[in-house]
């Protein structure tokens, strides 16, 4: 089994940046994907950014260009650098992690962007 533990939420101004980690613990050995989703007060989750284990990334369309995922394989780690933040970016950002087939989640944390 894989646990996915999210940090570096918190709160930030309009316009500023933050980063996002996620530590898998468990069964790590060849996570396939890893991915930040998120969800606002009163909508559905949705997907920011997944990248492969051969650092293939995809980015929803508000995130593009402001937002930047990475991986480091050997730690098991993913990281999400988010710029230019918009008040609409307020949500709590989850951590997802594919493992022989499953999906892993984290307990999310919470970001929060003040205009």
């Known amino acids: 089994q894989v646990q996915p533990v999210e940090s570096g939420g918190g709160l930030v101004q309009a316009g500023g940046s933050l980063t996002l980690s996620c530590a898998a613990s468990?069964?790590?050995?060849?996570?396939?994907?890893m991915g930040w989703y998120r969800q606002a007060i009163g909508k559905q989750r949705e997907l920011v950014a997944t990248?492969?284990?051969?650092?293939?990334?995809v980015y929803a369309d508000p995130v593009k260009g402001r937002f930047t995922i990475s991986r480091d394989n050997v730690k098991n780690m993913v990281y999400l650098q988010m710029n230019s933040l918009k008040p609409e970016d307020t949500a709590v950002y989850y951590c997802?992690?594919?493992?022989?087939?499953?999906?892993?989640w984290g307990q999310g944390t919470q970001v929060t962007v003040s205009s």
């Open positions: 997802k992690a594919d493992y022989n087939g499953r999906a892993y």
């Open positions: 468990g069964s790590t050995f060849r996570i396939s994907t």
């Open positions: 990248i492969t284990r051969g650092a293939n990334t």
